[in-house]
């Protein structure tokens, strides 16, 4: 009986020990995020295969249930490691920034190198950060890309509904003519009501002046 429970916690442990990754973009060995995930999967799933089999069995059914635990708590974990890591490289240099939280990714493009001044016409200049985009996007086909324009509070709330829209759909329509699909994808303005700065400052209008692109699972 002792014996069988030292296996079953050994078992457990290395299921949390292969949570462990490598970023293959990296190559550094990481036990966040997919490992976090992939981790407890296994965990978890070694302690339920135990507890669901029978006296005989409980070490087999301790290694098969962390096997599955594994593999399904760590799938989409390590897909976004791999995915921001990708983003992170193409984007580096052009002023777009990548966040993280939990499996959702956001990417930040300043309206200033998006667009010229209140206008919704991407800037010939954005072209090749777009381009980049799409092959990571093709590549990367397990998340929606929800597209949000933003605007800072200068002019009308009309106005600024209006314009943080089209931009939004202007980035929505260049992602679909050049192969994302379009069921992948949905755009809306929030016009000045989600600003990440002051709108006091030219600084702060400039920050809340951006599309967001928000990555999430399908």
Do not use: W
């Not at 029978?54 to 897909?79: C, F, H, Q």
């Not at 000045?192 to 006091?200: G, L, T």
Request: charge should be positive.
């Amino acid at each position: 009986m002792k014996t069988r429970r030292n296996l079953i916690a050994a078992t457990a442990l290395m299921a949390m020990l292969a949570g462990c990754t490598t970023n293959p973009y990296t190559g550094e060995s990481q036990a966040g995020k997919a490992g976090v995930y992939g981790g407890i999967g296994a965990a978890t799933g070694a302690v339920i295969g135990a507890a669901t089999s029978s006296k005989k069995d409980r070490a087999k059914g301790a290694l098969i249930g962390a096997a599955v635990g594994g593999a399904t708590g760590g799938g989409y974990g390590y897909y976004v490691d791999t995915q921001e890591a990708k983003l992170r490289q193409t984007l580096q240099g052009t002023g777009v920034q990548v966040q993280r939280s939990g499996d959702d990714l956001k990417l930040i493009m300043p309206g200033n190198i998006t667009f010229g001044s209140n206008s919704a016409d991407i800037s010939s200049s954005f072209y090749p950060t777009l381009n980049s985009l799409v092959l990571v996007f093709k590549e990367f086909n397990k998340n929606g890309v929800n597209i949000v324009g933003h605007t800072d509070s200068t002019g009308s709330q009309e106005l600024n509904q209006s314009l943080s829209q089209r931009r939004a759909q202007s980035v929505a329509n260049y992602l679909t003519a050049n192969g994302v699909p379009g069921q992948r994808i949905s755009a809306y303005g929030a016009g000045p009501s989600q600003p990440i700065a002051s709108n006091a400052t030219d600084a702060g209008r400039a920050q809340n002046r951006r599309v967001e692109i928000n990555l999430r699972p399908l």
